[in-house]
Each structure stands twice: as structure tokens, then as C-alpha cells.
């Protein structure tokens, strides 16, 4: 353990608990800041990790996140914040957490040993070739996380890891290894602070450039959100209407007539067509709505 950066002595804070309360926030602002300097190191391997997904996306393969404690719990937020978001099936895009869903409101980090529970569940799950395993793990030899890239690579599936180490074996294995080397916590060994926060910032930038390749956004509208409250359904207007200059009443015609869906409806406002143009333009671009507009205007 005291070899790993995450598990070492900060020497900026072993006096913190002497500290008043603004020396601890601006520490603890200082310190963060590795984190980025952390992410700018790995740009090239989280791009790597984006179009491994896509690769195997294409394949109808989904996406399995696998972690323990914070790690998990950062998994988790991730994966179900898509499904409203851009309307992805839950089923492509699951987290598989040391010690169940219980674990997300339970310390139950004791879990974390139980490496062969990982394989258990991705069995379940008939977890093939297709798909893709993301292990997040701020050590990078967590058992349960470690375990599953072990039979992921035995499958001959894709595989990522975020660690936040160097050299770990979760990297070793792994065809994308993610290393966000933030160096000690403030508090030591307490990884849901610097190693978490760059973990978070990770996954978000995956999953959401996996979405834009995806074609879940246009511009930079969120044009594939489920509208499950009134909030949502009224964003999906004004959006409506400010990439095509419409009015409202225009624009509440045009929901009405694709039935909330709002990429139609932007097609059909801007190509002056109608739904069924809308649904096999759309459908020939894979979603894809700038493209699907593109191919609609040279024809």
C-alpha cells in the first residue's frame, strides 16, 4: 500500500488538523488542481477509450462499469444520468457495484474483496465479445474491479481501466489503461477527494463524447433527452426554437406532430418537410441529425 501515490503521506497537510477553515478549502483548492494536470496527461488514452466503445457499439455490444466504494458509486451516478439524458437503453449501458445497489446508500466497501462475485454477475449478464468493461478503481488492483477485467479479457471483450496510479496491474491487462496519477489526498488514503473528483471527470468526458459520436446531440443541444416532466418538455421547445427561429406556437405544433420528438422536429423545421421524410432521413444517418439534415439538402 505505501507504495501507491494514492496510499502516500501529503506533506502540504500534516498539519490540517491545526488549520483554520479557510487554510483548509484554499489547500484543498490547491491540491485539486492536480487533478486536471492529471486528466491533460491521459487526453489520448480517453480518446482511445471513447472509440473502443464505438467500435464495439456498432457490434451491438454494451457497456459495463464495474467498481468498489466511491469508485462504484461514480460508475453508477454515470450510467443512470444517460438514460434521461440521451435516451439510451439501460440494458447497453450498466454499473456493477461491489456489494449491489445496497452499496450506493450502505458503506459497504468490505465488497470489494469479493472478486469472483464481479465474474458472477457478468455471467448473468452474458457478458460476450461484443461488449465492453470499464474498471474504475483508484488503486488499480482492487479485487473485485481486477477480477472482472480478467474475465472480460478472457472473453475477449474490450477493456478500460481508470486508476489513479502508475503501472497498475488493472492497466496491464487492460486495452485502454487510464492512469490519473493526482498524487496523496489531503487526508491520507481518503480517495474520494482528488482521486474520485478525476475519476468523475473521466467518465463524464467518456460517456458523453461516446453520446455526441452517437449522435445524441446537436450542436450542443441535448436533441435526444427523454421529456419526462413538464421542465423537460418546455427546454425541448425553446431549443426547438432557437435553432430554427420559429415561433412558439410553431414549434408546440411541430411536438405535437412527431409526438415529442424533438430531432423530427427539428428536421422538419428545417428542411420544411414532414414526419415521414423526417423518420427515413434520420434513420439512413443513424440518428445522426445534422447529418441526416445534410443528406436531405444535397439530394
Not at 449522435?215 to 425541448?236: P, S, T
Request: include cysteine; glycine fraction near 6%.
Amino acid at each position: 500500500m505505501t507504495e501507491l501515490s494514492t496510499e502516500a503521506v501529503n506533506h502540504h497537510s500534516v498539519n490540517i488538523d491545526e488549520m483554520n477553515t479557510i487554510d483548509i478549502i484554499q489547500l484543498m483548492e490547491k491540491e485539486d488542481r492536480e487533478v486536471h494536470q492529471a486528466i491533460e496527461a491521459n487526453v489520448e488514452n480517453i480518446a482511445l477509450a471513447v472509440d473502443l466503445i464505438l467500435e464495439k457499439w456498432k457490434l451491438h455490444g454494451r457497456v459495463f462499469l464495474v467498481g468498489a466504494g466511491t469508485s462504484g458509486r461514480i460508475g453508477v451516478l454515470d450510467a443512470v444520468e444517460l438514460e434521461p439524458t440521451f435516451s439510451i437503453d439501460p440494458k447497453r449501458w450498466v454499473p456493477l457495484m461491489a456489494g449491489g445497489k445496497a452499496a450506493m446508500w450502505e458503506p459497504l466497501e468490505q465488497h470489494e474483496d469479493s472478486e469472483n462475485k464481479s465474474v458472477d454477475e457478468l455471467k448473468e449478464h452474458d457478458f460476450d465479445h461484443n461488449d465492453v468493461l470499464i474498471a474504475i478503481s483508484a488503486s488499480g488492483s482492487t479485487p473485485y474491479s481486477v477480477a472482472a477485467l480478467n474475465y472480460a479479457k478472457k472473453m475477449q471483450a474490450g477493456t478500460i481501466s481508470i486508476s489513479c496510479n502508475k503501472g497498475t496491474v488493472s492497466s496491464e491487462i487492460s486495452d485502454v489503461g487510464i492512469e490519473l496519477v493526482v498524487g496523496s489526498e489531503i487526508i491520507r488514503g481518503s480517495t474520494r477527494l482528488k482521486a474520485g473528483t478525476a475519476q468523475k471527470m473521466v467518465m463524464n468526458m467518456i460517456s458523453t463524447a461516446t453520446m455526441i459520436r452517437l449522435g445524441k446531440v446537436y450542436k450542443n443541444e441535448m436533441v435526444d433527452m427523454q421529456l419526462i416532466n413538464k421542465k423537460l418538455v418546455k427546454r425541448a421547445i425553446h431549443i426547438l426554437m432557437d435553432l430554427t427561429n420559429i415561433s412558439e406556437n410553431k414549434a408546440i405544433e411541430l411536438m405535437d406532430l412527431t409526438s415529442n420528438d424533438l430531432k423530427k422536429a427539428i428536421f422538419i423545421a428545417e428542411t420544411n418537410s414532414d414526419n415521414e421524410l423526417a423518420n427515413q432521413y434520420l434513420d439512413e444517418a443513424n440518428g445522426h441529425l445534422k447529418e441526416a439534415i445534410k443528406s436531405y439538402q444535397k439530394r
